[in-house]
């Protein structure tokens, strides 16, 4: 917290704050706030998972032939991979059942 307590509630620790904000709505004190601007740098996380140097350049020449990144091909095809999988043992036992 900025200099050991907060702006609105005076609050010196955390839980003091939410005790603050539990008792208090902000629209009783909106007229103490201040307009902030920030920027949020959103990123998605990744795993990495070793690939076969073989396999690593046909799935670039592949992906450049699509014109696409080869992590996008692999993001793509995996997503296809599970979806068939997801979907694969409702068809058979709903074909079964015909």
């Not at 009783?28 to 996380?45: A, H, L, N, P």
């Not at 073989?54 to 793509?76: C, F, M, P, Y």
């Amino acid at each position: 917290m900025n200099r050991g307590k907060s702006s609105i509630s005076k609050a010196g620790t955390y839980e003091e704050m939410g005790k603050f904000w539990d008792a208090h709505d902000l629209s009783d004190t909106w007229d103490k706030t201040e307009e902030v601007k920030f920027d949020v740098d959103i990123k998605s996380e990744r795993t990495y998972y070793a690939i076969d140097n073989i396999l690593s350049e046909r799935l670039h020449s592949i992906a450049k032939e699509r014109g696409v990144s080869a992590d996008t091909l692999v993001n793509l095809w995996i997503q296809e991979k599970l979806q068939e999988k997801k979907l694969g043992p409702k068809h058979s036992s709903s074909a079964a059942k015909h």
